[in-house]
């Protein structure tokens, strides 16, 4: 009998040791003293470089984004009209010192990207027929992707390839070779460099037709024998849109595919939208409207909090997400060097990112930072 309850009483020391324990030594808590080091279990944290990072023109800068970041994406110096200008003619000045910057500070390189309608080098929108897309394809895609075979980690194989309605997208590369476009641009990439991660990435990737189009395109990659790593969902998001529930969707129905999800080319736009204004004609030049520009002297307080707030929900769910998630990009370092500042109208003073014209944080990037020293 004595000798019977011996187990129970193990068990019982067992457990009270290892809950003391636990209670002494719990889990070390995330380094919150940069965004790569506090998200260093959970994705990639990265940003778009211009030329000037590049060429580490400012060491203020440089040593900024290596503290900050641990993966990096060309924002235009790999797209085809710059890094194959002419049909004979590769220009790898600036890509092979990108990938050198990667490789120095020991960062995560994305290539961006093989594939796009646009920036696209003027003498393949002038391909007439599909035997020379084809050829035009293989080359372009073997000579880039095996030129940095082993160095670059995951590819944009092909970018923006959809419509709003989901239907693929009116380009010369549709136009001459057909639909099977995108599984012959999968397929040259994997055989140029079998180990690097290659996908498909486009924007406004929550919007349900669209999501059902990258569904169907993704399948019918996989059904053809081509390999497919992952979506990458660029993420250039409103304040309010998309919601959460419809980012969190689009990564439960892209994981489900068994692909990974990145987002690639994060930014939150505070300003006004053209396109919203009720009668807008979105040809009319907006260029100087103060209606258009509210906050050229700085962004007052209300709106620097939802930013933050917005911020914060995103990364919440990323967060929740983890496991399905690879990498969270920024596009651009900071404010100053955003594309938002341009676009839809030129000249307007935005505030996109997690850090203002000087470098400096802003109030969302302690809210992102926060949630890490709450786990
Ligand atoms: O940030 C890029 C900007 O400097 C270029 O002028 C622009 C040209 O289209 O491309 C921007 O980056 C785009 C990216 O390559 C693909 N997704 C949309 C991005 C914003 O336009």
Redesign the pocket.
């Known amino acids: 009998m004595i000798n019977s309850k011996k187990p129970y009483l193990l068990v019982a020391i067992t457990m009270f040791t290892f809950s003391s324990c636990t209670k002494i030594y719990k889990t070390p808590k995330a380094d919150t003293t940069s965004l790569k080091n506090a998200f260093k279990k959970d994705f990639y944290i990265g940003t ?1 470089l ?1 030329e000037n990072q590049i060429e580490e023109k400012d060491p203020m800068v440089t040593a900024f984004i290596s503290k900050e970041f641990n993966s990096i994406s060309p ?2 110096i790999m ?1 085809s009209m710059f890094i194959h200008p002419e049909k004979d003619q590769f220009y790898y000045n600036m890509t092979d010192k990108y990938v050198a910057y990667g490789k120095k500070h020991n960062m995560f390189i994305h290539g ?2 093989l594939i ?1 309608h ?2 696209l080098a003027p003498w393949m929108a002038e391909i007439k027929d599909s035997i020379a897309m084809a050829d035009m394809m293989k080359n372009h895609i073997s000579t880039i992707v095996g030129r940095y075979k082993g160095r670059i980690d995951s590819w944009d194989v092909v ?2 390839a959809l419509n709003e309605d989901g239907t693929l997208r009116k380009s010369v590369f549709l136009d001459t070779y057909g639909k099977d476009y995108l599984i012959n641009a999968f397929k040259l990439a994997a055989k140029a460099d079998p180990k690097a991660d290659l996908y498909y ?1 486009d ?1 406004n990737l929550c919007s349900p037709e669209k999501r059902k189009g990258v569904v169907n395109l993704v399948k019918n990659l996989q059904q053809n024998g081509a390999k497919i790593d992952g979506i990458g969902m ?1 993420g ?1 998001w409103q304040l309010t849109s998309p919601s959460i529930a419809e980012i969190e969707k689009s990564i439960l129905d892209y994981s489900a595919l068994g692909v990974k999800v990145a987002f690639t ?1 994060l930014d939150i736009t505070v300003l006004p939208n053209p396109w919203d204004l009720q009668g807008a004609d979105v040809n009319q030049n907006f260029e100087g409207s103060e209606k258009m520009n509210p906050y050229p002297n700085g962004l007052p307080e209300n709106i620097q909090e939802q930013l933050a707030q917005r911020y914060e929900a995103i990364f919440k769910l990323f967060l929740k997400h983890q496991d399905k998630i690879s990498r969270v990009t920024f ?2 370092a900071n404010d100053s060097q955003s ?1 938002l500042n ?2 839809p109208i030129k000249g307007r003073t935005n505030y996109p990112l997690l850090f203002d014209k000087s470098f400096k944080p802003k109030q969302a990037y302690y809210n992102v930072l926060n949630l890490k020293k709450q786990e």
């Open positions: 778009a211009n924002e235009n797209k961006h990207t796009w646009s920036q970018n923006e990435n924007y660029q250039h080319e596009w651009g594309w341009d676009w």
